[in-house]
């Protein structure tokens, strides 16, 4: 049995996401407020031993999101959306929440916490006709480091959260790091 793709529609998004994210580069003088989107590269430490596995799952993808870093005095919103997969299982993650900046030396430092839903889908068919999904809530706590690379773009050096998901029942305590590029467009 081949194993589907829970959203199929992944890829048109993120072209979409890009394409908005150019348009939006080039009316960036117009535009009232600070944003910006980013993405990148994302590990995911799975506490997998709640659903039966020998161990804990290693699990690689994407993060990416956007966010109005400093709507007042350093306090700001982000949207955080990830996808993580490895042979045994896969998690999708949607969050958003609160993050405040700070700037030092150069660098921005931030911190947030954000609330959302994540999707489970354990990649072993043969049980049953459909694999096993779960949509559940779940939170992370975390920050990260910024470098600026000009005015528009900057580098996420590291993005660190321990992500708290509550897969079939069960909590688990993830832990995951991201980095990845920023482009900033709108008033700095």
Not at 97 to 104: A, E, F, R, T, V
Request: glycine letters at 12%; hydrophobic letters at 40%.
């Amino acid at each position: 049995m081949a194993i589907r793709p829970v959203f199929p529609i992944l890829r048109q998004a993120a072209a979409l996401l890009f394409l908005f994210s150019c348009t939006v580069l080039n009316a960036q003088k117009k535009f009232p407020i600070g944003a910006e989107v980013w993405g990148g590269y994302s590990y995911l430490r799975f506490e997998a031993t709640k659903l039966g596995f020998s161990d804990q799952l290693n699990l690689n993808g994407w993060n990416g999101g956007a966010s109005l870093p400093n709507l007042y005095e350093g306090l700001g919103l982000a949207v955080d959306i990830s996808g993580h997969y490895t042979s045994e299982m896969e998690e999708y993650n949607f969050l958003i929440g609160p993050q405040y900046s700070y700037k030092l030396m150069g660098m921005r430092l931030y911190g947030h916490a954000l609330f959302g839903k994540a999707r489970d889908r354990l990649r072993q068919p043969g049980t049953t006709n459909l694999e096993p999904s779960d949509l559940h809530k779940a939170a992370a706590l975390g920050g990260g480091v910024d470098v600026p690379l000009g005015d528009r773009f900057s580098f996420r050096a590291i993005q660190a959260d321990y992500v708290f998901t509550n897969a079939f029942g069960t909590t688990q305590h993830n832990l995951r790091f991201s980095t990845g590029l920023i482009v900033r467009f709108g008033k700095r």
